[in-house]
T-cell receptor
Framework: DVKVTQSSRYLVKRTGEKVFLECVQD?????MFWYRQDPGLGLRLIYF???????EKGDIPEGYSVSREKKERFSLILESASTNQTSMYLC????????????????FGPGTRLLVL | GQNIDQPTEMTATEGAIVQINCTYQ??????LFWYQQHAGEAPTFLSY????GLEEKGRFSSFLSRSKGYSYLLLKELQMKDSASYLC??????????????FGAGTRLAVHP
């Protein structure tokens, strides 16, 4: 079974704080993703990584950065948290496949619900 | 542009059948996924379609029509535990050589006794 874990289920931070969200997967997946999920908006991609030390911006990267120093770990960083970053953050991972899209099924962690005051 | 539409909420009765529709507009379609998400939990994979037609997996089936930009998820013999949000996601192969998923906002299904 694929297991994706996130460091915290709930976090409360103050405006301006630096926030680290950690994600670890144990299936040797090449691809890792960070999303945020807000009511009525669905999941929106913040950043993704297709290899160690590699990162690509998603649809809403502003105010975020990421780090992938090891294959199994993908960190999301909020440099200076703001109230509009209050959200549910979901990490996902998948294998990389050239031919078969089904093999790129994304497996999600349990999510971190972040409240910025 | 990219757009995925699905109903916000649906209700159904235990034991019944419900169909959740999803329409999409993307430039580089390369597959459609359905995920189930219970409140406060992670989305879990349900089904995948890349060719037209119906894919059946137990009580759940998923249909795709690429020419119409349309998919549906069919849930049979509904159980109370099927109360959840159902997320439609399209794989977009256009984005800089990488495939990424574009998610709809999700359909919240409530199953009543």
């Amino acid at each position: 079974d694929v297991k994706v874990t996130q460091s915290s289920r709930y976090l409360v931070k103050r405006t301006g704080e630096k926030v680290f969200l950690e994600c670890v997967q144990d299936m040797d997946h090449e691809n890792m993703f960070w999303y945020r999920q807000d009511p009525g908006l669905g999941l929106r991609l913040i950043y993704f990584s297709y290899d160690v030390k590699m990162k690509e911006k998603g649809d809403i990267p502003e105010g975020y950065s990421v780090s992938r120093e090891k294959k199994e770990r993908f960190s999301l960083i909020l440099e200076s948290a703001s109230t509009n970053q209050t959200s549910m953050y979901l990490c996902a991972s998948s294998t990389k496949s050239v031919d078969r899209a089904i093999e790129e099924t994304q497996y999600f962690g349990p999510g971190t619900r972040l409240l910025v005051l | 542009g990219q757009n995925i539409d699905q109903p916000t909420e649906m209700t159904a009765t235990e034991g019944a059948i419900v169909q959740i529709n999803c329409t999409y507009q993307t430039s580089g379609f390369n597959g459609l996924f359905w995920y189930q998400q219970h409140a406060g939990e992670a989305p879990t994979f349900l089904s995948y379609n890349v060719l037209d037609g119906l894919e059946e997996k137990g009580r759940f089936s998923s249909f795709l029509s690429r020419s119409k930009g349309y998919s549906y998820l069919l849930l049979k013999e509904l159980q109370m535990k099927d109360s959840a949000s159902y997320l439609c996601a399209v794989r977009d192969s256009r984005s800089g050589g990488y495939n990424k998923l574009i998610f709809g906002a999700g359909t919240r299904l409530a199953v009543h006794p």
